[in-house]
């Protein structure tokens, strides 16, 4: 087994590729959970928004308008999530697998309807690779970040934002508040519901963006249930990302090493047996689960996190 | 003396419960007013209603002469009102200067950290109350994080300081701290109302007292012209239950010992600070005292439900400071916790499951783990019939019946396995004329019947006419134990409230 | 993802009352019927924008689920499994927990069964039968229990531990069938593990001259003795009592001396067992073998089955039937309807959102204020 295969270029170039939509559902999660609502329908918003991409790049052959309605599509589904959880106050786990089961049912149903069995077109227009001359040009690093879609640096971008958002505004610092201490903020009077609602709304269309990524830069097209769980994955990186942004971007990265481990070490060996890559793939949610249980280091989930918040009194 | 805020009339009910009843409450500008009274005599609710988290029925607020609408916290803010909870408002993981500027942070949407801290810092030297601003909350002993709520409602400018029993998690020393930093807001033009039932603090600091008593106003003093038992007087007031003849208790052998007992509350600071106490055979002992201070606790390091920092507690002869409540239960201990909804009852069972809850596991009960339904329905019939409960269907799910039934189905669970001690709290909150009193019938059979009662409780009228001997609870030790004879109201009001027996044996 | 309401050393703090339906108006089948008329109406709504006749398509699905003896037995052979798995998911939800580890619990109950199945193949089925259907049980029962022991020693959200634990046994299953030490070559050329061997088969019941091809196996009789265990566990044993008495009052079991932290391991333990049992029926009845990916679709299924038949057995039992109705219709209604069958999906998802929005109701009632605030 050589050094190329475990940390050559082209595996890192993947593990970034693969890191991608894991860490835009990570970053909606972020959002959300910061104000204290548990969203598990991300993955849902994801699929939401990779399909309704495609249709829309198809029916308008625009591709700014294509990733606009895919972000209508997520942050519309997030919404309805948004309305069971904080207005009528719904169990949050129910209503978000209710929201992710409509949302692959549904973008496989319509997929049938409009493309059948022959697929979607081919010769969409999609979201290009950024080139930038004077990184591509590097030798090693130039291989690995040089060449990236245009949607990899998007959510780099989206990192610094949301970490500045969320620890160097004064919104952000309402939202972990209502996030932490519900009743606290409620006394000063800052507006919990409406502020739960925006959380919740936005983390539908970054999710979204992941979807958009898969479906629209990555392969031109649309197959059913094309989020394979990245979703939940991206969950479990924000868990193990302690709900910050620069956190979630580090486990994504991780576990998109992990993952582009097990493709570049398919048919290796180790001595006479074939590397089980297959278990490399379980690390990512081991570790969620040994963090989450304190045996590496804290994760603590804010205070009011997955608990409605009742107004008293009246 | 403008008089700064009027409130008239107030009338506030929750469900079946009159919380307030045509309140008045009169507060001059510049004036610190004590607004006192005994656990559930409305003092929190009236505040709350001047705070605007709650809508009060009836009556009105006047703000200087002028009509106050307080739909909520922001109009109370608005008006100048700030309020210090009792449990704090603070977002634990934020430091002290973003606790205090939330929903007001004046400035861009970017967060200016420096600006902030220079901003709170202004306001700390202003009022000479000190904290760290860029202190985590989390961080920070109960008495600092005090400061920040006081800080927090001086920020906004607020001219009308609301304490909701603000020593309660405090030291003594913290105490003192505080009393200097009201002082001192009152020498800065501030007016304070002060929620507390503690006599000490009440003549230490304050001008003016208004007393309440069961949702209604019981009297209005001036500090300087009344003393302790007045004030004692009013908040207790003067209903009388006949005290009941009961035979002497002599020197019976000790059911339960209870020796230098500490414990933690829910929020890690000291409940119970060294308990001593002593229950004999046949002997009713009633721990008085108002909630909060540690009588929670007390019952449930007895059960095993909370652990034991040290000292120890001994049935019989044996110490079970550490044993969990099933072992407990196995040496002869009952149970009636003071909320039955919750801590006595599984509301959606039966009546018939209820009164074998803890029992469920052994004969006649269940054999090899397997329940038998017919016995255990005869004996829930055989005991919805003995303990009164009303209708005696076994069969009825518990949450449907009414308080008092739900507490006579906990009596006849604790009381029917013949226990050797039973630690009853609050029995009969919430209960009706009817059930109390036969709540109290059972209670002295039991103690007739040689069994050692350990009886919780804030109602001083249930105690005086049921205990033995009383023993009063403050701030988490036994301040004092007394036969019941020398048990008067006036002496009793006075140590609940914290006050030193030497002055109260006077 | 919270920690901590799952904390507290008396057990689930509030278990939100769509998972335990016990206030007075949620009683009986009101809800869960109203919920599913409102599905399929809005299904039918859905399917007529579409350009679709909704009446045909519920015709096929109907059609195709209980047509002839044949749709029949498909329909029950989806059934089994479902219900075995609601049952888990049940089970949990009593005690206040919430186990979305189904599947992941019924694919190490299958790896189990394989396992054991194939490797004493000359075992009379007297003796591999019961053998190969108690190491499914205890496999799945295992995996389940770390759930309840990492909630009950470390307050570990059991939510995440079991997704995760999903995850996780998909991926060992890939590396054990692909090329691990479970991998076998078939006739497919899919990845699958070793034949079991004939007596580990759990045998056809309804003979080939009655229903031709009839894959309805004996493993149904198995379902129906579970669901009876389920009702006799949860209520005619003291473990039972005990399960439900922390699912509904923690606090007052605990002070009785019901230790909630023990219970929580038990019960999932049990649901794993439960699940468990639904991954060995598919090996011993269905498949013969372990295929990888096989039946993935019956953990999230099962949730909206035991939240549908409201945690009981006869409703765990209609619920798994109609979503299985739906399932088998579905696949008929895709081929002579031109319905895509993802319909089916979406008037689940319909029926698990309504149920989840009749906590409306329940907030709305509970809004008057209580007694406790007014004891300041």
């Given at each position: 087994m050589?050094?190329?295969?475990l940390?050559?270029?082209?595996?890192?170039a993947?593990?970034?590729r693969l890191?991608?939509?894991?860490?835009?559902?990570?970053?909606?999660?972020?959002?959300t959970?910061?104000s204290?609502?548990?969203?598990i329908a991300?993955e849902?918003s994801?699929?939401?928004g990779?399909?309704?991409?495609?249709?829309a790049?198809?029916k308008?052959g625009s591709l700014?308008?294509?990733?606009?309605?895919a972000?209508?599509?997520g942050?519309?589904?997030?919404?309805?999530?948004?309305?069971?959880?904080?207005?009528f106050r719904a169990d949050?786990?129910?209503?978000?697998?209710a929201?992710?089961?409509?949302?692959?049912?549904?973008?496989s149903?319509?997929?049938?309807?409009?493309?059948g069995?022959?697929?979607?077109?081919?010769?969409l227009p999609?979201?290009p690779p950024?080139v930038?001359p004077?990184?591509s040009?590097?030798?090693?690093?130039?291989?690995v970040?040089?060449?990236?879609?245009?949607?990899?640096?998007v959510?780099f971008?989206l990192v610094?934002?949301?970490?500045?958002f969320?620890?160097r505004?004064?919104?952000g610092l309402?939202?972990?508040?209502?996030?932490?201490?519900?009743?606290?903020?409620?006394?000063?009077g800052?507006?919990?519901r409406?502020?739960?609602?925006?959380?919740?709304i936005?983390?539908?269309a970054i999710?979204?963006?992941g979807?958009?990524?898969?479906s629209m830069?990555i392969?031109?097209s649309f197959t059913?249930?094309m989020?394979?769980g990245?979703?939940f994955?991206?969950?479990?990186?924000m868990?193990?990302?302690?709900?910050?942004?620069?956190?979630?971007?580090?486990?994504s990265?991780?576990f998109?090493?992990g993952d582009a481990?097990?493709?570049?070490?398919?048919g290796?060996?180790?001595?006479?047996l074939?590397?089980?890559v297959?278990?490399?793939?379980?690390?990512p949610?081991?570790f969620t689960i040994?963090a989450?249980?304190?045996?590496?280091?804290?994760?603590?989930?804010?205070a009011?996190?997955?608990?409605?918040?009742?107004?008293?009194?009246? | 003396?403008?008089?700064?805020?009027?409130?008239?009339?107030?009338?506030k009910?929750f469900?079946d419960?009159?919380?307030l009843?045509?309140?008045?409450?009169?507060?001059?500008?510049?004036?610190?007013?004590?607004?006192v009274?005994?656990?559930?005599a409305?003092k929190?609710t009236?505040?709350?209603?001047?705070?605007?988290?709650?809508h009060a029925?009836?009556g009105?607020?006047?703000?200087?002469?002028k009509?106050?609408?307080?739909?909520?916290?922001?109009d109370?803010?608005?008006?100048g009102i700030g309020?210090i909870?009792?449990?704090?408002?603070l977002?634990?993981?934020?430091?002290?200067?973003?606790n205090?500027?939330?929903g007001d942070?004046?400035?861009g949407?970017?967060l200016?950290?420096?600006?902030?801290?220079?901003?709170?810092?202004?306001?700390e030297?202003?009022?000479?109350?000190v904290?760290?601003p860029?202190a985590?909350i989390?961080?920070?002993?109960?008495?600092?994080q005090?400061?920040v709520?006081?800080?927090?409602?001086?920020?906004?400018?607020?001219?009308?300081?609301?304490?909701d029993e603000?020593t309660?998690?405090?030291?003594?020393?913290?105490?003192?701290?505080?009393?200097?930093?009201v002082r001192?807001?009152?020498?800065e033009?501030?007016?304070?109302?002060?929620?507390?039932?503690?006599?000490?603090?009440?003549?230490?600091?304050?001008?003016?007292?208004t007393?309440?008593?069961?949702?209604?106003?019981a009297?209005?003093l001036?500090?300087?012209?009344?003393?302790?038992?007045?004030i004692?007087?009013a908040m207790?007031g003067r209903?009388l239950?006949?005290?009941?003849?009961?035979?002497?208790?002599?020197?019976?052998?000790?059911?339960l010992q209870?020796?230098?007992?500490?414990?933690?509350?829910?929020?890690?600071?000291?409940?119970?600070?060294?308990?001593?106490?002593?229950?004999r055979?046949?002997e009713?002992l009633?721990?008085?005292?108002?909630?909060g201070n540690?009588?929670s606790?007390?019952a449930?390091?007895?059960l095993g439900?909370?652990?034991?920092?040290?000292?120890?507690i001994?049935v019989?002869?044996?110490?079970?400071a550490?044993?969990?409540?099933?072992?407990t239960?196995?040496?002869?201990?009952?149970?009636?916790?003071?909320?039955?909804r919750?801590e006595?009852?599984?509301?959606p069972?039966t009546?018939?499951?209820?009164f074998?809850?803890?029992k469920q596991?052994?004969?006649?009960?269940?054999?090899?783990?397997?329940?038998?339904?017919?016995?255990?329905?005869r004996?829930?019939?055989?005991?919805?019939?003995?303990f009164?409960?009303?209708?005696?269907n076994?069969?009825a799910i518990?949450?449907?019946l009414?308080?008092?039934?739900?507490?006579?189905?906990?009596l006849g669970?604790?009381i029917?396995?013949?226990?050797?001690?039973?630690?009853?709290?609050?029995?009969?909150?919430?209960?009706d004329?009817?059930?109390t009193?036969y709540v109290?019938e059972?209670l002295?059979?039991?103690?007739?019947r040689g069994?050692?009662?350990?009886?919780i409780?804030?109602?001083?009228d249930e105690?005086?006419?049921?205990?033995?001997?009383?023993?009063?609870?403050f701030e988490g030790?036994?301040v004092?134990?007394?036969?019941?004879?020398e048990?008067?109201?006036?002496?009793?009001?006075l140590l609940?409230?914290?006050?030193?027996?030497?002055t109260?044996?006077? | 993802?919270?920690?901590?309401?799952s904390?507290?050393p008396t057990?689930p703090?509030?278990?939100?009352?769509v998972?335990?339906?016990t206030?007075?108006w949620?009683?009986?089948?009101?809800?869960?019927?109203?919920?599913?008329?409102v599905?399929?109406?809005?299904?039918?709504?859905?399917v007529?924008?579409?350009?679709?006749?909704?009446i045909q398509a519920?015709a096929?699905l109907?059609f195709g689920?209980?047509?002839?003896p044949?749709?029949?037995?498909e329909?029950?052979v989806?059934?089994?499994p479902?219900t075995l798995?609601?049952?888990?998911?049940?089970?949990a939800?009593?005690t206040?927990?919430?186990?979305?580890?189904?599947q992941?619990?019924?694919f190490?109950?299958?790896l189990?069964?394989g396992?054991?199945?194939?490797?004493?193949?000359d075992l009379?089925?007297?003796?591999?039968l019961?053998?190969?259907?108690v190491?499914?049980?205890?496999?799945?029962a295992?995996?389940?229990?770390?759930?309840?022991?990492l909630k009950?020693?470390?307050?570990?959200?059991?939510?995440i531990?079991t997704?995760?634990q999903?995850?996780?046994v998909v991926?060992?299953m890939?590396?054990?069938?692909?090329?691990?030490p479970?991998?076998?070559?078939?006739?497919?050329?899919?990845?699958?593990?070793?034949p079991i061997?004939?007596g580990?088969?759990l045998?056809?019941i309804?003979p080939?001259?009655?229903?031709p091809?009839s894959?309805?196996?004996a493993?149904v009789?198995?379902?129906?003795?579970?669901?009876?265990?389920?009702?006799?566990?949860l209520?005619?044993t003291?473990l039972?009592?005990?399960?439900?008495?922390v699912?509904?009052g923690?606090r007052a079991a605990?002070?009785a001396?019901?230790?909630p932290?023990?219970r929580?391991?038990?019960v999932?333990?049990?649901?794993?067992?439960?699940?468990?049992?639904?991954?060995?029926?598919?090996v011993?009845g269905?498949f013969?073998?372990v295929?990888?990916g096989?039946?993935?679709?019956?953990?999230?299924?099962?949730?909206?089955?035991?939240?549908?038949?409201?945690?009981?057995?006869?409703?765990?039992?209609?619920?798994?039937?109609?979503?299985?109705?739906?399932?088998?219709?579905?696949?008929?209604m895709?081929?002579?309807a031109g319905?895509?069958s993802?319909?089916i999906?979406?008037?689940?998802a319909i029926?698990?959102?309504v149920i989840?929005?009749?906590t409306?109701?329940?907030?709305?009632?509970s809004r008057?204020?209580?007694?406790a605030?007014?004891?300041?």
């Amino acid at each position: 087994m050589s050094l190329e295969v475990l940390i050559g270029a082209g595996v890192l170039a993947t593990a970034l590729r693969l890191a991608t939509p894991i860490a835009f559902a990570a970053l909606g999660g972020v959002i959300t959970e910061r104000s204290g609502v548990t969203n598990i329908a991300l993955e849902g918003s994801m699929i939401m928004g990779a399909f309704f991409g495609i249709v829309a790049a198809d029916k308008t052959g625009s591709l700014p308008i294509a990733i606009a309605v895919a972000l209508l599509a997520g942050l519309g589904l997030a919404a309805l999530h948004a309305l069971a959880s904080v207005t009528f106050r719904a169990d949050q786990i129910v209503s978000g697998m209710a929201l992710n089961i409509l949302a692959l049912g549904l973008t496989s149903y319509l997929n049938y309807e409009l493309y059948g069995t022959t697929g979607t077109p081919a010769d969409l227009p999609t979201v290009p690779p950024l080139v930038i001359p004077g990184i591509s040009a590097l030798p090693f690093v130039g291989e690995v970040i040089g060449k990236q879609n245009a949607l990899v640096w998007v959510m780099f971008v989206l990192v610094v934002v949301l970490q500045w958002f969320l620890f160097r505004t004064v919104p952000g610092l309402r939202l972990r508040a209502v996030g932490e201490h519900p009743r606290a903020a409620d006394t000063v009077g800052i507006d919990v519901r409406r502020t739960r609602y925006w959380a919740v709304i936005a983390s539908g269309a970054i999710a979204a963006l992941g979807g958009v990524f898969l479906s629209m830069a990555i392969s031109g097209s649309f197959t059913d249930n094309m989020t394979n769980g990245r979703g939940f994955i991206g969950l479990a990186a924000m868990i193990f990302g302690r709900w910050t942004p620069v956190g979630a971007l580090v486990a994504s990265l991780i576990f998109g090493y992990g993952d582009a481990l097990s493709v570049s070490l398919q048919g290796q060996s180790l001595g006479d047996l074939r590397f089980p890559v297959q278990l490399l793939s379980t690390i990512p949610y081991v570790f969620t689960i040994l963090a989450v249980a304190g045996f590496v280091g804290r994760s603590r989930a804010p205070a009011a996190d997955g608990l409605p918040y009742e107004s008293e009194g009246h | 003396m403008t008089v700064l805020l009027e409130m008239r009339g107030i009338s506030k009910r929750f469900g079946d419960l009159q919380a307030l009843d045509k309140v008045d409450l009169v507060v001059n500008e510049g004036e610190i007013h004590a607004l006192v009274g005994e656990n559930g005599a409305g003092k929190t609710t009236l505040m709350n209603i001047l705070y605007g988290l709650y809508h009060a029925d009836a009556g009105t607020i006047r703000i200087r002469g002028k009509d106050a609408h307080i739909a909520g916290p922001r109009d109370a803010i608005a008006l100048g009102i700030g309020m210090i909870h009792q449990h704090f408002m603070l977002v634990p993981p934020l430091t002290v200067a973003e606790n205090i500027v939330l929903g007001d942070e004046r400035g861009g949407p970017v967060l200016d950290t420096k600006a902030i801290e220079a901003r709170v810092r202004k306001i700390e030297e202003q009022f000479g109350i000190v904290v760290d601003p860029p202190a985590r909350i989390e961080d920070l002993p109960l008495g600092l994080q005090q400061r920040v709520e006081i800080l927090k409602v001086l920020y906004r400018g607020s001219e009308l300081l609301i304490f909701d029993e603000p020593t309660a998690v405090l030291t003594p020393q913290e105490v003192d701290e505080l009393f200097a930093i009201v002082r001192t807001l009152r020498s800065e033009g501030k007016t304070l109302i002060l929620i507390t039932h503690k006599l000490r603090e009440v003549l230490a600091v304050t001008d003016r007292i208004t007393v309440l008593r069961a949702g209604r106003n019981a009297a209005e003093l001036v500090t300087k012209d009344t003393n302790a038992t007045e004030i004692a007087q009013a908040m207790v007031g003067r209903e009388l239950h006949e005290i009941r003849p009961r035979q002497a208790v002599g020197t019976a052998p000790p059911i339960l010992q209870i020796s230098r007992l500490e414990a933690l509350s829910d929020r890690a600071t000291p409940a119970l600070r060294g308990v001593d106490l002593v229950v004999r055979e046949g002997e009713i002992l009633g721990v008085a005292g108002v909630g909060g201070n540690g009588q929670s606790e007390l019952a449930q390091c007895i059960l095993g439900l909370r652990p034991v920092v040290d000292g120890t507690i001994t049935v019989g002869s044996v110490d079970i400071a550490h044993d969990d409540p099933k072992r407990t239960r196995e040496r002869g201990v009952a149970y009636v916790p003071e909320d039955r909804r919750v801590e006595g009852l599984v509301l959606p069972f039966t009546v018939a499951d209820n009164f074998i809850l803890g029992k469920q596991d052994r004969a006649p009960f269940a054999r090899r783990g397997v329940l038998d339904g017919a016995t255990i329905m005869r004996e829930g019939e055989r005991l919805a019939k003995e303990f009164d409960v009303r209708p005696p269907n076994a069969r009825a799910i518990v949450g449907t019946l009414s308080g008092g039934n739900q507490q006579k189905v906990v009596l006849g669970r604790e009381i029917s396995e013949s226990p050797r001690l039973i630690v009853v709290s609050q029995p009969t909150r919430g209960l009706d004329i009817g059930s109390t009193e036969y709540v109290h019938e059972r209670l002295l059979e039991q103690r007739a019947r040689g069994c050692g009662i350990l009886l919780i409780s804030s109602e001083l009228d249930e105690i005086r006419a049921l205990s033995d001997r009383i023993a009063v609870m403050f701030e988490g030790r036994i301040v004092a134990t007394l036969p019941s004879a020398e048990a008067t109201e006036q002496r009793l009001g006075l140590l609940m409230a914290g006050h030193t027996e030497a002055t109260a044996a006077r | 993802m919270t920690l901590a309401s799952s904390a507290s050393p008396t057990g689930p703090a509030t278990a939100p009352s769509v998972r335990q339906p016990t206030s007075q108006w949620s009683q009986g089948p009101a809800v869960p019927v109203v919920s599913v008329l409102v599905a399929l109406l809005l299904g039918a709504i859905f399917v007529l924008i579409s350009g679709h006749n909704p009446i045909q398509a519920y015709a096929a699905l109907l059609f195709g689920a209980f047509g002839s003896p044949y749709d029949i037995t498909e329909t029950l052979v989806i059934a089994v499994p479902l219900t075995l798995a609601g049952l888990s998911v049940a089970v949990a939800f009593r005690t206040g927990l919430f186990n979305i580890g189904a599947q992941g619990q019924l694919f190490v109950g299958a790896l189990a069964a394989g396992w054991t199945g194939a490797q004493f193949p000359d075992l009379p089925g007297v003796v591999l039968l019961p053998l190969t259907l108690v190491s499914g049980v205890l496999g799945g029962a295992a995996y389940g229990a770390i759930a309840g022991w990492l909630k009950a020693t470390r307050g570990v959200n059991e939510v995440i531990t079991t997704i995760m634990q999903n995850y996780i046994v998909v991926f060992v299953m890939h590396w054990l069938l692909q090329d691990g030490p479970m991998s076998a070559p078939n006739a497919l050329g899919t990845p699958a593990s070793s034949p079991i061997g004939a007596g580990a088969i759990l045998p056809i019941i309804i003979p080939n001259s009655l229903v031709p091809l009839s894959r309805l196996h004996a493993g149904v009789l198995l379902a129906v003795i579970a669901v009876v265990v389920f009702w006799f566990l949860l209520w005619r044993t003291s473990l039972g009592y005990e399960l439900r008495a922390v699912g509904l009052g923690a606090r007052a079991a605990a002070q009785a001396g019901i230790d909630p932290r023990r219970r929580m391991i038990m019960v999932m333990g049990i649901a794993g067992g439960f699940a468990g049992l639904a991954g060995m029926i598919q090996v011993s009845g269905l498949f013969h073998r372990v295929y990888d990916g096989f039946s993935s679709g019956f953990g999230f299924d099962a949730i909206a089955v035991a939240l549908l038949g409201k945690n009981s057995p006869i409703g765990i039992t209609l619920a798994a039937l109609l979503f299985a109705a739906f399932q088998r219709g579905g696949t008929i209604m895709q081929s002579n309807a031109g319905i895509s069958s993802h319909l089916i999906e979406i008037v689940e998802a319909i029926v698990l959102f309504v149920i989840a929005a009749e906590t409306i109701v329940r907030a709305i009632a509970s809004r008057r204020g209580t007694p406790a605030e007014a004891l300041a």
